[in-house]
């Protein structure tokens, strides 16, 4: 699985949109783009993946670019809830089963009122 | 739907002791896995089970076995264990999607 690069930490005022880069130049083809997120002491909770098109969803959206070398998590209200450790994992297509994601450490985005 | 459900919460254990950490999912999911997490760090894959009645190694497996009982159910055993297994623990399961859904986590102390 491609390894993924995201900045350690970023803050964002409340009711702002929070934006999270993540790069994975490395991505192969065959290869999605997921993103978790881990509030802190409890397990990670899935937000969103896409393969290259951009994905929206009732949590976030996601927006890959065209080469597929890196992606942006979009919160697009961020409340104080969303303060969190975010994850960027890319992995081979879903159907494969029993393939494992790989955690990095995450980028930690801190929503501040 | 309680999701994925561990026991116990938190444990404490001498050096050399033994236990086994416990998982069930109620989802129908065919893979489960084991993870876990050191302060500050990310998750790394101990064991993971793609479907029922196979286990295969993760990124850091020595120190740990697991059994996967039936579909529901997968449990994680330290033989004897060391003050580096300190650790949180996540039990995690995935349906055909191989999005995964994690438990709330055990905490454990080996002193």
Redesign the interface.
């Known amino acids: 699985d491609a390894k993924t690069t995201q900045p350690t930490s970023m803050d964002c005022a409340e009711g702002r949109a929070a934006n999270l880069p993540c790069n994975h130049s490395t991505i192969s083809g065959n290869e999605y783009v997921y993103w978790y997120r881990q509030i802190h002491s409890q397990g990670p909770q899935y937000i969103i993946h896409g393969l290259k098109n951009n994905e929206t969803n009732e949590m976030a959206s996601l927006i890959i670019t065209e080469d597929r070398k890196s992606s942006t998590l979009i919160l697009p209200h961020a409340t104080l809830r969303d303060t969190a450790v975010y994850y960027c994992i890319v992995r081979v297509a879903p159907w494969n089963y029993g393939q494992n994601f790989v955690f990095g450490p995450g980028t930690r985005l801190s929503v501040l009122p | 739907n309680a999701g994925?459900t561990q026991t116990p919460k938190f444990q404490v254990l001498k050096t050399g002791q033994s236990m086994t950490l416990q998982c069930a999912q109620d989802m129908n999911h065919?893979?489960m896995?084991w993870?876990r997490q050191d302060p500050?760090?990310?998750?790394?894959?101990i064991y993971?089970?793609?479907?029922e009645g196979?286990t295969?190694k993760?990124?850091v497996p020595n120190g740990y076995n697991v059994s996967r009982l039936n579909k529901r159910e997968f449990s994680l055993r330290l033989e004897s264990a060391a003050p580096s297994q300190t650790s949180v623990y996540?039990c995690?399961s995935s349906d055909?999607?191989?999005?995964?859904?994690?438990?709330?986590?055990t905490r454990l102390t080996v002193t």
């Open positions: 994925v065919n893979s896995y993870y500050g760090m990310g998750l790394r894959l993971y089970s793609a479907s196979t295969d993760g990124e996540f995690a055909s999607t191989n999005e995964q859904y994690f438990g709330p986590g």
